[in-house]
């Protein structure tokens, strides 16, 4: 059975009383997952409900019922339990599970008798709405919310302000995801499925692999009596200000978008000849990227096409590499 707050998740009442009746334009949210991204939601969504906002947490539904009950004592939820204990679909219900466990949760919910107006929605960056078919065979309405955002850790309610969120669904379920993002302070944006598995590879260069070039930066010079990144740090923060401020290309500086083809060399050389670079990433990273930026600066016309192919061939994989 699912707990209510005046069993075990009674302590969290103090917060509540002060809060106006529900009405008909509250969305009542029910989270299923404990999670990074689930713990973030569930307390934005408590925040928004005690601001007087357009959302009310309803309750927190996990496999580890103690998370559960941690989140709802944190935020003032009515209620937690298992996923199993949710009992009836009703109001809107945001799946904060592992990506490979949508399917299995989803079918879980189809079980379950539906509310007229629920809608179950994903909140995973990969994937459409295909894990959750076994919820609209049975005529339940599905959708997927996906803050662009990094929720690591003890993110807050701050985390979702100023972002961007993808919408994928119907209309229908749009229109109400459409109301969960603005009243979380995130600008929505309707995508298609196709749009969507796109925007998460945007996101993955944007975010996971700006962190890797980091890790790679600090492992170019090892034995730096500072760590490298701090040293790199105003250099980055500049970067990041610049690509915002003139764009991806005219943001573009360094050796390879002046044609400096002997400083490129002379990098090459030095990664690949050093004894304490032994790291094959760091050459082969250097040349990938390198092509890249050959093409940018060719395509504003900083290079000639001659430079470029001649960079294109100091940069090209050496002899027999699988690349
Ligand atoms: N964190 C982010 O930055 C971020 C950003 C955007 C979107 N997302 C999306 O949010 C979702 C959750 O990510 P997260 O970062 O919050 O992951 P997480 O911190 O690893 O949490 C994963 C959650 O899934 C639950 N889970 C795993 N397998 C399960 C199963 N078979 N049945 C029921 N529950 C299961 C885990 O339960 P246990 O605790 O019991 O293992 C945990 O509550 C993913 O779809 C991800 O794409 C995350």
Redesign the pocket.
């Given at each position: 059975m699912p707990a209510t707050r005046s069993s075990k998740a009674a302590q969290t009442d103090s917060r509540r009383p002060l809060l106006p009746a529900p009405t008909a334009n509250i969305i009542p949210c029910r989270i299923?997952?404990?999670?990074?991204?689930?713990?973030?939601l569930a307390r934005a969504i408590s925040e928004n409900e005690h601001n007087g906002g357009g959302l009310r947490l309803s309750g927190i539904f996990?496999?580890?019922e103690t998370?559960a009950a941690a989140i709802a004592r944190n935020t003032g939820a009515p209620k937690y339990g298992q996923?199993t204990d949710i009992r009836q679909l009703e109001g809107l219900l945001l799946?904060?599970?592992?990506?490979?466990?949508?399917p299995?949760?989803a079918r879980?919910l189809a079980g379950m008798p539906a509310a007229g107006g629920a809608l179950v929605a994903?909140?995973?960056?990969?994937?459409d709405l295909s894990p959750l078919a076994s919820l609209q065979q049975r005529g339940i309405a599905t959708g997927s919310f996906?803050?662009?955002?990094?929720?690591?850790?003890g993110?807050g309610p701050e985390t979702f302000r100023g972002i961007y969120a993808s919408l994928l669904g119907p209309p229908e379920a749009t229109a109400q995801l459409h109301r969960l993002a603005a009243e979380l302070g995130c600008t929505p944006l309707v995508v298609s499925a196709q749009q969507k598995k796109q925007l998460h590879i945007a996101a993955v260069f944007a975010s996971n692999y700006m962190v890797a070039l980091a890790h790679l930066a600090g492992r170019s010079v090892p034995g730096l009596a500072l760590p490298v990144t701090e040293v790199l740090r105003p250099l980055m923060e500049t970067t990041l200000q610049n690509i915002f401020a003139k764009g991806t290309t005219a943001a573009l500086t360094g050796p390879v978008s002046r044609g400096d083809t002997g400083t490129v060399q002379t990098h090459l050389r030095t990664l690949t000849a050093d004894p304490f670079l032994q790291d094959d990433t760091l050459p082969a990273a250097y040349r990938l990227l390198g092509r890249v930026a050959a093409s940018q600066a060719l395509s504003d016309g900083r290079l000639s096409p001659e430079t470029y192919r001649e960079l294109l061939t100091l940069l090209s994989e050496p002899h027999g590499s699988a690349g």
């Open positions: 299923a997952g404990s999670g990074k991204l689930a713990r973030a996990a496999r580890n998370a996923i799946i904060c599970v592992s990506d490979d466990a949508l299995a949760v879980q994903h909140l995973s960056g990969a994937l996906h803050p662009l955002q990094s929720f690591p850790e993110a």
